[in-house]
């Protein structure tokens, strides 16, 4: 009795041998790709019959053929893993199928959507402010060469089918009136318990030269090439304004303010939150209690103040005066006079001397790095610490206090600590 499938089996073995050896020394994934083609082992064992068979023919062999038991277990193991890995497969993929399917339907019934309102057109002959008064949602505002104020309007609705969202929507049309003011303001009750209103976008196209104000209570709101001036309230969201050609004026709560390109005066007064103003020729004016305050290129003066954060100063041409409770104090590229206090923070400057300076902290380390040729009169004094002027140095345990002249002496320089370090680096 003759046994086939051994070369069968062998074969199989050794190739699932190398794939899997393959799969852990390249960490590859080669195993799962070759067992869908299992029936190729049903096709090499029914070869290897009819080898036999013919070989036998051949010689005039009468001998009866028995198939390998270890082929036929080998074969029957290989043959169930792969059944059940295909049949998962598809079990998943009708499962993903079904989910999507019902993930839609969901989507569609309960989900948000977008529904967008007719625009609106006003003339603004006789205007002279924009007020926009919105509670909840983004707000978009660019300047235009047209003499109409343009208004786009989209309303997120929830819970809801499309047609019947399209219904609820147009409910809720904001009450716009105008005489010298063009005024936009929503239906107070929109956003009560029952309401399947979740906000409100609006897109503004407005007039040159007319005062705009905005009234936020959540949603980021973004100003963009603007000629006007601009007031701006929010409580929660980011404020974004660039290019605009007027005065700025911002208060807010737990708003992240970004001030790019004002061609004017700019006064950001933010609770918990950053300042982050850039390239303005006017005058800034900047207060947080909770976040950072960072403003650079000002061509006028600069006022800021920080109960928590940092202050950054980069190329200021206008006099500088900041206050820190808790939080450092930097600036770089000072042209005018400083007046700086921290509180509790180091204060470090980095920059020509060309007017009178007063750094003041009471704990914490001052950093002067000035030119060497620069022309100052310094005074340093810390009552615990060491003062390092530019030529002299005192470490009185006491006390210490440094007093110095560098070239002409044409500017005070005044450093004071309580309890820290000062230290005067010319380079």
Known sequence: MRKVGTLTSGLTLLTLGIVILIDVI?????????????????????????????????????????IDARSLALLSLVGVFAIAFYTTSIQAGQVQLSVAAMKNVIQESFGEKVISLPDLQYPVENTKRIELNNRVGKVNVVSTDSKQVKIRINVHVKG???????????????????????????????????????????????????????????GDLSVTDYTGDIIVMNQMGKISLERVRGNIQISGEDSQVAVRGVTGNAVVNVRSSSIDANDITGAFNGTSQFGDIQVSKIGGNVSAESQNGRVILNDISGDASVKTQIGDIQANGMKGALQLFAENGNINIESEVRNNWNVT????????????????????ETKRGIVKGPTKTNADANGASVSEKMGAGTYSVKAHSDDGAITVTTS
């Open 26 to 66: 390249g960490k590859k994934q080669w195993f799962y790709k070759i067992i869908p083609f299992w029936p190729v082992i049903l096709v090499g064992l029914g070869l290897e019959i009819l080898w036999y068979l013919l070989t036998m023919k051949r010689h005039g062999v009468t001998e009866a053929i028995r």
């Open 361 to 380: 902290a009471t704990r914490g380390m001052i950093s002067l790095k000035i030119p060497k040729d620069s022309n100052i009169q310094f005074s340093g």
């Open 160 to 218: 809801l089918e499309s047609d019947v969202a399209q219904q609820e929507a147009k409910k809720w049309m904001p009450q716009i009136t105008q005489g010298t003011s063009l005024r936009i303001e929503e239906d107070p009750s929109i956003f009560n318990n029952q309401s399947k209103i979740s906000g409100i976008d609006f897109q503004l196209e407005v007039p040159k030269n007319l005062t705009l104000q905005i009234v936020s209570y959540s």
